[in-house]
C-alpha cells in the first residue's frame, strides 16, 4: 500500500512539473508573437528623433522593459502600449493585431500616417485607444465598433473622412469619444448613446 502511494506522489509531481513546462512554453511562444508584433511596428517607423524605439526595442532586452511596453502582471502579456509625444513617424503594420491581450494603446501627439489596418479588430480587450493629433487618413472603419469593451476613443486631429460609423455609438462602455478636427461630414449623432455617460 506504502509502494502504491509513493507512486501515486510521484505521479502527481511529474504532473505538476509537466503543467508548468507547457505553461512555461506557451507564455514563451506568447511573449515570442507579441514581440514579432512589436519588432514590425518597429521596422515601420522612419523617424525616431529621440532614438528611443530604436535603441531600446531590441532582441537582447525582454519585451516588458522596453520603453512604452508595459505588461500585466498575471499574464506578463503585453498591456499598455503608451508610445505618445515620442515624435516617431510611421505607420501601423497589420501585426500589431496579434497583441491579443492590449487593453491600452496611445499613440497621440506622433507623426503616424496611412490607413489603420483592419487586424487592429481583433484587439478585443481594447479600453482605451488615442491615436489623435497624427496624419491617419481614409475613413473610420466600422470594425471599431467590434471593439465591445473600448471607453475612450480618440481620433482627433488626424486626416480621417467620409460619415461616422453608427456602430462606433452602439459601444455599451463607451464613455469619451474625440473625433474633432477631421474631414468627416455627418452629424456628431450623441443620440447614439442614450446608455453611456459621455465626458466633454
Known sequence: MERVTWFF????????VASCLTTAAQTNLNIT????????LKACITNDPRNIV???????????????????????R????????FGLTGTIPPELGNLSFLINMDFSN???HGILPQELAHLRRLKFISLGNN????????????????????LFGNQFSGSIPATIFNLSALQKIDLRDNQLSGTYKLMYLPTNYLKP
Not at 496624419?135 to 469593451?149: A, E, N, Q, R, T
Request: charged share 10%; aromatic share 16%; glycine share 4%.
Open 135 to 154: 496624419k491617419f487618413m481614409s475613413v473610420i472603419l466600422s470594425w471599431f465598433g467590434s471593439l465591445f469593451k473600448l471607453q475612450v476613443f480618440s
Open 78 to 85: 503585453v498591456a499598455d502600449l503608451n508610445l505618445s509625444y
Open 54 to 76: 530604436f535603441t531600446n526595442w531590441s532582441t537582447t532586452t525582454p519585451v516588458c522593459n522596453w520603453v512604452g511596453v508595459t505588461c500585466g502582471e498575471r499574464h506578463h
Open 33 to 40: 508573437t507579441e514581440r514579432s508584433a512589436l519588432l514590425a
Open 110 to 112: 506622433n507623426s503616424f
Open 9 to 16: 506522489l510521484i505521479y502527481l509531481i511529474c504532473c505538476e
